[in-house]
T-cell receptor, first 109, second 114 residues
């Protein structure tokens, strides 16, 4: 079952902050965040692990609430280059990632 | 440079024809995956393989077939049984044995069937 992402789309001005949420009804072992530019491959941003360990991008942060099976991606002081579609994916075991439908982020000058 | 290659980038076919999409990786990854992407639907898993000569169906395997004869290669065949084959297809790979691994994606093939 796909995780649910919110919002579906957001428009920001340069320098503004945004939060993208991802929730699942399944028990999660890890949550992965990717960003995709139109027509390109998704690019890895961040992985959050059960137990709190976090690896990833230095300018973007994220949290993982194991109790609620929710993750949030925090984009601060957004830049034009942050535009794209953000996907969360989860893994509940040694299985392929299951992705949400994505959040389209547009940053304007 | 290590990575995943998919060819061609754009592919056009007539309805009723089978078509095979290529995916090759030189990352020495054991696991490979095929995802389909439609506007507003995210990435949906078609098939995956965690070892040579073995593969499993994903959520939307109907109308597709795969083979995994070599570690480096995981071709996807879109058969005439697939009702709506026009989509963006992404191949990915990852190491196995660790649930913390990231999946690396290829550049994708955009298939248009008319």
């Amino acid at each position: 079952q796909q995780p649910v992402q919110s919002p579906q789309a957001v428009i920001l001005r340069e320098g503004e902050d945004a939060v993208i949420n991802c929730s699942s009804s399944k028990a999660l072992y890890s949550v992965h965040w990717y960003r995709q530019k139109h027509g390109e491959a998704p690019v890895f941003l961040m992985i959050l692990l059960k137990g709190g360990e976090q690896k990833g991008h230095e300018k973007i942060s994220a949290s993982f609430n194991e109790k609620k099976q929710q993750s949030s991606l925090y984009l601060t002081a957004s830049q034009l280059s942050y535009s794209g579609t953000y996907f969360c994916g989860y893994r509940s075991g040694n299985t392929p990632l299951v992705f949400g439908k994505g959040t389209r982020l547009s940053v304007i000058a | 440079d290590g990575g995943i290659t998919q060819s061609p980038k754009y592919l056009f076919r007539k309805e009723g024809q089978n078509v095979t999409l290529s995916c090759e990786q030189n990352l020495n990854h054991d696991a490979m995956y095929w995802y389909r992407q439609d506007p507003g639907q995210g990435l949906r898993l078609i098939y995956y393989s965690q070892i040579v000569n073995d593969f499993q169906k994903g959520d939307i395997a109907e109308g597709y077939s795969v083979s995994r004869e070599k570690k480096e290669s995981f071709p996807l065949t879109v058969t005439s049984a697939q009702k709506n084959p026009t989509a963006f297809y992404l191949c990915a790979s990852s190491p196995t044995g660790q649930v913390t691994y990231e999946q690396y994606f290829g550049p994708g093939t955009r298939l248009t069937v008319t």
